[in-house]
């Protein structure tokens, strides 16, 4: 998976540092560029196709929510009686 795509975790305030960088590579000014295009606060998780083309894209507090989900019905799951 790594050859073909990659999986980005940010944080905007460090995307913003790195667009204005002017003393870092053109590339990676527009790379934060575009992940902040498609940007969800406050942490962010993109998965994009070598050339930059997002795919998929999670925030960290959707993903914290359908966690919190989950325990919940693992845990009535074990509180269920066998029958």
Request: hydrophobic letters at 40%.
């Amino acid at each position: 998976m790594n050859d073909r795509f990659v999986n980005v975790w940010t944080v905007v305030e460090e995307l913003e540092r790195l667009k204005s960088d002017e003393s870092i590579d053109p590339g990676l000014r527009v790379f934060a560029k575009t992940l902040l295009d498609d940007y969800h606060y406050p942490v962010d998780s993109q998965l994009r196709t070598h050339d930059g083309r997002l795919v998929r894209q999670i925030a960290a507090n959707d993903l914290m929510t359908a966690a919190a989900r989950m325990d919940r019905a693992y845990l009535e799951f074990l509180q269920k009686p066998l029958e």
